[in-house]
Nanobody
Framework: EVQLVESGGGLVQPGGSLRLSCAAA????????IGWFRQAPGKDREGVSC???????FYADSVKGRFAMSSDNAKNMVYLQMNSLEPEDTAVYYC???????????????WGQGIQVTVSS
């Protein structure tokens, strides 16, 4: 059974940093693309970053240069380092696994439960 569990969210001031972690179980990173998504209140879920064995990581323009996605295959962990955070980054963040790498949520079959990130002074 594929399982994804996010951790590391919370409240941070503008300009601050957070690192999200995603613990994966039940599959190999070689078999699936991994994506980070976020959903702010009243908005659609949007892709933030994604990677697969064939390429990446890739970043949405809104986070390029501020966010960095990485993985530790030995631990089955995926990370999202978020720097220079802005209030507009406030959202529930999700990690997801799917057959193809990309920024469309429909490309991903498996999802974590999500974790709140709030950027506010």
């Amino acid at each position: 059974e594929v399982q994804l569990v996010e951790s590391g969210g919370g409240l941070v001031q503008p300009g601050g940093s957070l690192r999200l972690s995603c613990a994966a179980a039940g599959f190999s990173f070689d078999d699936y693309a991994i994506g980070w998504f976020r959903q702010a209140p009243g908005k659609d879920r949007e892709g933030v970053s994604c990677v697969s064995s064939s390429g990446g990581p890739f970043y949405a323009d809104s986070v390029k240069g501020r966010f960095a996605m990485s993985s530790d295959n030995a631990k089955n962990m995926v990370y999202l380092q978020m720097n220079s955070l802005e209030p507009e980054d406030t959202a529930v963040y999700y990690c997801a696994a799917g057959d193809e790498v990309g920024f469309l949520p429909d490309m991903y079959a498996y999802w974590g439960q999500g974790i709140q990130v709030t950027v506010s002074s």
